[in-house]
């Protein structure tokens, strides 16, 4: 029997793939509800450049866009890795 790849395991590698491959520096298009409701804070704004940031080996920066993206990192790869198990 053929195991078909799960999607939240394609979603998590290609999220981090995409990541990996991006520059954090730039300016970027924002997909944060809050940014479109004017709001100038938003909790979860800079993840994703916090960990661009960490996969290009520049911790400083990492921690300067976001203090959790460090940890959300790992989280990902824990998922990633347990996702992984359940295919294998």
């Known amino acids: 029997m053929i195991k078909k790849l799960p999607l ?3 979603v998590w590698l290609g999220g ?3 990541l990996a491959l ?5 300016h970027h298009y924002t997909l944060c509800p809050l940014g479109y409701a004017g709001l100038t804070w938003c909790p979860g704004c800079g993840i994703g450049r916090s960990i661009s ?4 080996l520049d ?3 990492s921690l300067q866009y976001h203090w959790f993206g ?3 990192f790992f989280i990902l790869l824990h998922r990633i890795w347990r996702l992984s198990q359940k295919f294998i």
């Open 53 to 56: 940031s960490l996969l290009h």
């Open 22 to 26: 991006t520059n954090p520096a730039l």
């Open 16 to 18: 981090l793939t995409i």
């Open 8 to 10: 939240e395991l394609m």
């Open 70 to 72: 460090i940890p959300a």
């Open 59 to 61: 911790w400083r920066a």
